[in-house]
């Protein structure tokens, strides 16, 4: 039997090396470790994804507390910020978990990815999440959205449901359409939509989603306001079991970071490519670089979000930074952080793991 003490101490100790570290390497990342806000909190924003607004970067992820019941929803959504992307300042709950038991986000939901995009349009900030209704484990595979008028909130919560229910998607062929698949049985009620993210590419913000019970990415656009979808989605690499999407462009193209579905267990990571958001997606294999370990498991992680540095200078290339999650199930809060900065193999993104580095020498010689 271990003793509590000893983890605790030990838990006490890193944390305490993460700091004497970080002082001497204040502008660091450093994927895996402890990562404390400025008041030397750490820092609670699972599964998240990042926004620039006015001068300073956003990050908004799952508030997760102790044990195994912290992976359900107990708080909300955390927020962050910060000048230069590693020191953070705690912003506060962004999003709160309701108290009405009867309010689709009621305390103890399952509420997992939370995107904030900012739509110009409406001078809104738009928050979508992964919503499964309290004591339903992930059955009710649901999209929820809250808006709000700053990034640290408060969100309003506005509505959570399945996606473009009666609507068939574009590119669905009559044997899709067929009675008996997982997309005909969804028609009537809307498509499931678990893991998720928020890509937007000009002026247009696409939803994309795990759904037909996972088997099948769905890629869904948004209506002007960015709240609801307009009706037009398209099936993603159908029966890939993709899950974890996040979406940049680069090189004129669009690339997408997935993984496979082994729940909170890592597994090797997916990388694709496409000429349209709506795809036809192309694997371009695992963008992991490394051991055998490090490719069966992604540097123990999972895809959540890749950011776009703004250009160094004009016609300079772009850099981005691939944002994953170490989950720990046994004890939710303790999930670490895992950013890498995303390197290229010609037209191929790839990771390699650094105990750390920094904006400045990332992508050095590479
Ligand atoms: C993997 C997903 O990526 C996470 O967001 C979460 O839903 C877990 N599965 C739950 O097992």
């Given at each position: 039997?271990?003793?509590?003490?000893?983890?605790?101490?030990?838990?006490?100790?890193?944390?305490?090396?993460?700091?004497?570290?970080?002082?001497?390497?204040?502008?660091?990342?450093?994927?895996?470790?402890?990562?404390?806000?400025?008041?030397?909190?750490?820092i609670n924003a699972h599964g998240?994804?990042?926004?620039?607004?006015?001068?300073?970067?956003?990050?908004?992820?799952?508030?997760?507390?102790?044990?195994?019941?912290?992976?359900?929803?107990l708080v909300g959504v955390h927020?962050?910020?910060?000048?230069?992307?590693?020191?953070?300042?705690?912003?506060?709950?962004?999003?709160?978990?309701?108290?009405?038991?009867?309010?689709?986000?009621?305390?103890?939901?399952?509420?997992?990815?939370?995107?904030?995009?900012?739509?110009?349009?409406?001078?809104?900030?738009?928050?979508?999440?992964?919503?499964?209704?309290?004591?339903?484990?992930?059955?009710?595979?649901?999209?929820?959205?809250?808006?709000?008028?700053?990034?640290?909130?408060?969100?309003?919560?506005?509505?959570?449901?399945?996606?473009?229910?009666?609507?068939?998607?574009?590119?669905?062929?009559?044997?899709?359409?067929?009675?008996?698949?997982?997309?005909?049985?969804?028609?009537?009620?809307?498509?499931?939509?678990?893991?998720?993210?928020?890509?937007?590419?000009?002026?247009?913000?696409?939803?994309?989603?795990?759904?037909?019970?996972?088997?099948?990415?769905?890629?869904?656009?948004?209506?002007?306001?960015?709240?609801?979808?307009?009706?037009?989605?398209?099936?993603?690499?159908?029966?890939?079991?993709?899950?974890?999407?996040?979406?940049?462009?680069?090189?004129?193209?669009?690339?997408?970071?997935?993984?496979?579905?082994?729940?909170?267990?890592?597994?090797?990571?997916?990388?694709?490519?496409?000429?349209?958001?709506?795809?036809?997606?192309?694997?371009?294999?695992?963008?992991?670089?490394?051991?055998?370990?490090?490719?069966?498991?992604?540097?123990?992680?999972?895809?959540?979000?890749?950011?776009?540095?703004?250009?160094?200078?004009?016609?300079?290339?772009?850099?981005?930074?691939?944002?994953?999650?170490?989950?720990?199930?046994?004890?939710?809060?303790?999930?670490?952080?895992?950013?890498?900065?995303?390197?290229?193999?010609?037209?191929?993104?790839?990771?390699?793991?650094?105990?750390?580095?920094?904006?400045?020498?990332?992508?050095?010689?590479?």
């Amino acid at each position: 039997m271990i003793d509590r003490r000893s983890v605790l101490a030990g838990a006490g100790a890193v944390a305490l090396m993460g700091k004497a570290a970080r002082a001497a390497e204040p502008d660091a990342f450093r994927p895996g470790e402890v990562w404390n806000d400025t008041n030397g909190v750490a820092i609670n924003a699972h599964g998240g994804g990042l926004l620039r607004h006015a001068g300073r970067w956003w990050w908004h992820g799952e508030h997760k507390t102790a044990g195994e019941g912290g992976n359900t929803a107990l708080v909300g959504v955390h927020s962050y910020s910060s000048t230069d992307l590693v020191n953070w300042r705690d912003e506060g709950v962004a999003l709160s978990v309701s108290d009405d038991p009867d309010s689709p986000i009621t305390r103890g939901c399952i509420l997992e990815r939370p995107k904030v995009v900012y739509n110009p349009r409406t001078r809104t900030f738009v928050m979508w999440f992964h919503l499964e209704l309290r004591g339903k484990g992930y059955g009710a595979a649901q999209a929820g959205v809250a808006v709000a008028d700053r990034p640290q909130g408060p969100f309003r919560f506005l509505r959570a449901g399945r996606v473009n229910p009666g609507i068939w998607p574009a590119n669905a062929t009559p044997e899709d359409k067929a009675p008996g698949t997982t997309l005909a049985r969804d028609f009537p009620g809307g498509q499931m939509a678990r893991d998720m993210t928020v890509f937007v590419d000009g002026d247009t913000a696409w939803h994309i989603y795990a759904s037909e019970e996972n088997a099948t990415l769905q890629i869904a656009r948004l209506a002007p306001d960015w709240t609801r979808h307009d009706g037009y989605y398209v099936r993603a690499l159908p029966d890939g079991g993709n899950e974890a999407p996040a979406l940049f462009k680069a090189k004129g193209r669009y690339y997408m970071f997935a993984s496979g579905l082994t729940g909170w267990r890592p597994n090797p990571g997916r990388v694709y490519v496409a000429d349209k958001v709506t795809g036809p997606w192309r694997s371009l294999g695992n963008p992991v670089r490394g051991s055998e370990e490090d490719r069966k498991t992604t540097f123990h992680s999972q895809s959540t979000f890749v950011l776009p540095l703004p250009p160094q200078r004009p016609g300079a290339e772009p850099r981005f930074i691939f944002m994953a999650d170490r989950w720990r199930p046994e004890n939710a809060i303790d999930g670490r952080y895992v950013w890498l900065p995303v390197e290229w193999e010609g037209e191929t993104p790839v990771l390699r793991w650094r105990d750390r580095w920094t904006l400045a020498n990332g992508w050095a010689g590479k």
